[in-house]
């Protein structure tokens, strides 16, 4: 019975060679967004390397300040961070650091483009990077501004090319000379707090902002690490408060908000506090993943509908050789799944191929995207359903088909 | 075998009122090949679906095998056709995307058998129309009256007591149409086959065992 669904279901696919293709397109190109979408928000959020202990950490990314008609909103300050933050009593550490800097640096004259950032010595026992040789700066180098710098796997490649070890040599950036005292695994810059070519002592940076600016707003990072993921909540409410406390700098701003969030809320934080950020992305993307899958289904409804009325001959010979309407609505779902299946291990197949490119042609720096098994488990589960909603409706219209009316119409 | 009692038809489009069957009353026999002749439009083809319960009479009662078939539902009615009946088409209604085998093997899918039995059966039956040779051709390779051979094949897989056949000729020239009527009178002599054929040729309804006549939707002998 099966076997003679999918001689027919094969058949009229390969008469329909148009249609065909337009479904299969649409359903295996849906897929393929969806599953390259997935695997990118798998990564950014889902990937906690270097920030290994996500599940006792805070971030603060935002600073705002609002008045009547203004508004002003950037990263925390570094004495934002050392000094009003370090208020609070639950026991952290804060990891801080400048968010990522461009510049160029020469090898044998050849340009090179490199990221930098500053960071505390904290921030390497808050954030677990992977050394591949080497060590973290320590407190005392923080506080003696020694021009030492923790780099990348793949700066140390292109900087010194492919050499064993580098602990000790020097690298120039912005016109200076630092030691390299580490070398970690490389972060994608999609986590764009972690990320970064060349770490540096927050005391060596020239603007010296990190001492000047007594302001709230800056452009720092901060990461605070509590003992243990009960103490959250008591530090979450403790930010609050120390928040509410603070008064806005200037006259035309009548309230500060900031906030100390888990890694998601933080990551998609828009500075506005009405509309919380995760709402915002959730709602969007919901929408967005509707809309990319209601359109391949009415379209299918659609050409089903025309694939079935053209086969009304066959309907009517099925039926008076003995199909009843039941069985002839599951003929047509089985003969759908089959085209939507189709197109789904197309879409996985197009998937991984978009995959690879993307990951070969190193779009993103250092963002190595895969597959998600459980995304795409429920990918193939929604062209299953698609299968159905966009056969059932069809089938159930050509049951309800008189024989002999089916089979006048030629 | 087959008992018509009092059969109405009325069509009713929204304009007109067509009454396409007037009062039929039929008894067909046990073994019987009957013929039913008439000028077009009087009501044979909707008759014969009344017969094969593809089309519910408006008034009146059909016994097939003894059996009232009003109240049968859906799933009922499919059982029912497919276990008693074999239908043949003036225009064949192959299906197109299928070998022929396939085509043959249709009404056994609908019942329980395996793929070995059906393909026994169908290869069977074809062989009694004289087409084991085309066993893997699709429809559009066939001629016309190979066509209306495999329609046969498939009418008789399923061992019905009665086949119905609405102009089985009507497309054939005189040979292809004699050499189809040839199998449908050894299959009614050889295996017993109740019968009940349209047709517009006298000298094929000669052949059979009764003619009946329609004018108008009513029964003139
Ligand atoms: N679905 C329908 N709706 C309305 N009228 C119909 C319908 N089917 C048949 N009729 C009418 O019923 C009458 C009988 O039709 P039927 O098809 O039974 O004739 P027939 O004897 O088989 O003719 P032919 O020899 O041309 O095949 C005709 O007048 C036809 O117009
Ligand atoms: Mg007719």
């Given at each position: 019975?099966?076997?003679?669904?999918?001689?027919?279901?094969?058949?009229?696919?390969?008469?329909?060679?148009?249609?065909?293709?337009?479904?299969?397109?649409?359903?295996?190109?849906?897929?393929?967004?969806?599953?390259?979408?997935?695997?990118?928000?798998?990564?950014?959020?889902?990937?906690?390397?270097?920030?290994?202990?996500?599940?006792?950490?805070?971030?603060?990314?935002?600073?705002?300040?609002?008045?009547?008609?203004?508004?002003?909103?950037?990263?925390?300050?570094?004495?934002?961070?050392?000094?009003?933050?370090?208020?609070?009593?639950?026991?952290?550490?804060?990891?801080?650091?400048?968010?990522?800097?461009?510049?160029?640096?020469?090898?044998?004259?050849?340009?090179?483009?490199?990221?930098?950032?500053?960071?505390?010595?904290?921030?390497?026992?808050?954030?677990?990077?992977?050394?591949?040789?080497?060590?973290?700066?320590?407190?005392?180098?923080?506080?003696?501004?020694?021009?030492?710098?923790?780099?990348?796997?793949?700066?140390?490649?292109?900087?010194?090319?492919?050499?064993?070890?580098?602990?000790?040599?020097?690298?120039?950036?912005?016109?200076?000379?630092?030691?390299?005292?580490?070398?970690?695994?490389?972060?994608?810059?999609?986590?764009?707090?972690?990320?970064?070519?060349?770490?540096?002592?927050?005391?060596?940076?020239?603007?010296?902002?990190?001492?000047?600016?007594?302001?709230?707003?800056?452009?720092?990072?901060?990461?605070?690490?509590?003992?243990?993921?009960?103490?959250?909540?008591?530090?979450?409410?403790?930010?609050?408060?120390?928040?509410?406390?603070?008064?806005?700098?200037?006259?035309?701003?009548?309230?500060?908000?900031?906030?100390?969030?888990?890694?998601?809320?933080?990551?998609?934080?828009?500075?506005?506090?009405?509309?919380?950020?995760?709402?915002?992305?959730?709602?969007?993307?919901?929408?967005?993943?509707?809309?990319?899958?209601?359109?391949?289904?009415?379209?299918?409804?659609?050409?089903?509908i025309t694939r079935i009325m053209e086969r009304s001959s066959e309907i009517g010979v099925r039926k008076a050789?003995?199909?009843?309407?039941?069985?002839l609505?599951?003929?047509f779902?089985?003969?759908?799944?089959?085209?939507?299946?189709?197109?789904?291990?197309?879409?996985?197949?197009?998937?991984?191929?978009?995959?690879?490119?993307?990951?070969?042609?190193?779009?993103?720096?250092?963002?190595?995207?895969?597959?998600?098994?459980?995304?795409?488990?429920?990918?193939?589960?929604?062209?299953?359903?698609?299968?159905?909603?966009?056969?059932?409706?069809p089938?159930?219209r050509m049951s309800k088909l008189n024989v002999v009316t089916a089979l006048k119409a030629q | 075998?087959?008992?018509?009692?009092?059969?109405?038809?009325?069509?009713?489009?929204?304009?007109?009122?067509?009454?396409?069957?007037?009062?039929?009353?039929?008894?067909?026999?046990?073994?019987?090949?009957?013929?039913?002749?008439?000028?077009?439009?009087?009501?044979?083809?909707?008759?014969?679906?009344?017969?094969?319960?593809?089309?519910?009479?408006?008034?009146?009662?059909?016994?097939?095998?003894?059996?009232?078939?009003?109240?049968?539902?859906?799933?009922?009615?499919?059982?029912?056709?497919?276990?008693?009946?074999?239908?043949?088409?003036?225009s064949?209604h192959?299906i197109n995307?299928?070998?022929?085998?396939?085509?043959?093997?249709?009404?056994?899918?609908?019942?329980?058998?395996?793929?070995?039995?059906?393909?026994?059966?169908?290869?069977?039956?074809?062989?009694?129309?004289?087409?084991?040779?085309?066993?893997?051709?699709?429809?559009?390779?066939?001629?016309?009256?190979?066509?209306?051979?495999?329609?046969?094949?498939?009418?008789?897989?399923?061992?019905?007591?009665?086949?119905?056949?609405?102009?089985?000729?009507?497309?054939?020239?005189?040979?292809?149409?004699?050499?189809?009527?040839?199998?449908?009178?050894?299959?009614?002599?050889?295996?017993?086959?109740?019968?009940?054929?349209?047709?517009?040729?006298?000298?094929?309804?000669?052949?059979?065992?009764?003619?009946?006549?329609?004018?108008?939707?009513?029964?003139?002998?």
């Amino acid at each position: 019975m099966l076997k003679n669904y999918f001689k027919i279901a094969i058949a009229v696919l390969r008469r329909r060679k148009f249609f065909t293709f337009i479904s299969l397109f649409g359903i295996s190109f849906t897929l393929t967004i969806l599953l390259v979408l997935t695997a990118f928000i798998d990564k950014v959020v889902g990937d906690n390397y270097p920030d290994k202990k996500r599940d006792r950490s805070l971030y603060v990314s935002r600073v705002s300040q609002t008045g009547k008609n203004t508004m002003s909103s950037s990263p925390p300050s570094f004495y934002f961070l050392d000094h009003y933050v370090r208020t609070i009593k639950t026991p952290i550490t804060i990891a801080i650091s400048s968010g990522f800097n461009g510049t160029n640096t020469y090898v044998n004259n050849k340009k090179i483009a490199v990221n930098y950032k500053y960071t505390n010595s904290e921030y390497w026992e808050v954030l677990e990077y992977d050394f591949l040789e080497g060590k973290a700066f320590s407190k005392q180098q923080v506080a003696n501004s020694d021009k030492v710098a923790i780099i990348s796997a793949d700066m140390k490649k292109e900087y010194f090319g492919d050499v064993p070890n580098v602990v000790g040599q020097y690298i120039e950036a912005d016109n200076v000379k630092y030691r390299v005292i580490g070398v970690v695994q490389n972060v994608p810059i999609t986590s764009y707090m972690t990320y970064s070519d060349i770490y540096l002592p927050y005391t060596v940076a020239k603007d010296g902002d990190y001492k000047n600016n007594k302001g709230y707003q800056g452009g720092y990072y901060g990461i605070l690490l509590a003992n243990s993921a009960s103490d959250l909540d008591k530090l979450h409410n403790e930010y609050e408060q120390m928040i509410q406390r603070l008064k806005p700098e200037q006259k035309e701003f009548d309230r500060v908000s900031s906030h100390a969030d888990n890694y998601i809320r933080s990551y998609v934080d828009t500075g506005d506090d009405r509309h919380s950020g995760v709402f915002i992305v959730v709602t969007a993307i919901s929408i967005f993943a509707f809309i990319l899958m209601i359109l391949p289904t009415l379209n299918l409804v659609n050409i089903n509908i025309t694939r079935i009325m053209e086969r009304s001959s066959e309907i009517g010979v099925r039926k008076a050789f003995g199909a009843s309407s039941s069985t002839l609505v599951y003929q047509f779902i089985v003969e759908n799944i089959i085209l939507t299946l189709l197109g789904g291990v197309i879409g996985v197949i197009l998937s991984f191929i978009v995959l690879q490119v993307i990951n070969s042609a190193h779009l993103i720096a250092n963002l190595e995207l895969s597959i998600n098994f459980m995304v795409l488990f429920i990918g193939l589960l929604v062209c299953l359903v698609f299968g159905l909603i966009s056969g059932v409706y069809p089938a159930w219209r050509m049951s309800k088909l008189n024989v002999v009316t089916a089979l006048k119409a030629q | 075998m087959i008992r018509l009692q009092n059969i109405e038809k009325v069509y009713r489009t929204d304009t007109v009122e067509t009454l396409a069957l007037n009062k039929v009353n039929l008894d067909v026999a046990k073994g019987e090949f009957l013929s039913i002749m008439g000028p077009s439009g009087c009501g044979k083809s909707t008759l014969l679906n009344i017969i094969g319960l593809l089309d519910e009479p408006s008034k009146g009662e059909i016994r097939i095998d003894d059996q009232k078939t009003e109240n049968l539902s859906d799933k009922q009615l499919a059982q029912f056709r497919n276990s008693k009946l074999g239908f043949i088409f003036q225009s064949y209604h192959l299906i197109n995307d299928l070998q022929v085998l396939d085509n043959v093997e249709l009404p056994l899918l609908y019942r329980n058998t395996t793929a070995k039995e059906r393909k026994q059966l169908a290869t069977e039956a074809l062989a009694k129309v004289g087409l084991s040779n085309r066993i893997k051709h699709f429809p559009t390779q066939l001629s016309g009256g190979q066509k209306q051979r495999v329609a046969i094949a498939r009418a008789i897989v399923g061992r019905p007591e009665i086949i119905l056949a609405d102009e089985p000729t009507g497309n054939l020239d005189s040979a292809m149409g004699n050499e189809i009527m040839d199998i449908l009178l050894q299959l009614n002599k050889n295996d017993g086959t109740t019968i009940v054929m349209v047709t517009h040729d006298e000298n094929m309804a000669h052949k059979t065992h009764r003619l009946v006549r329609l004018f108008d939707g009513s029964q003139v002998q």
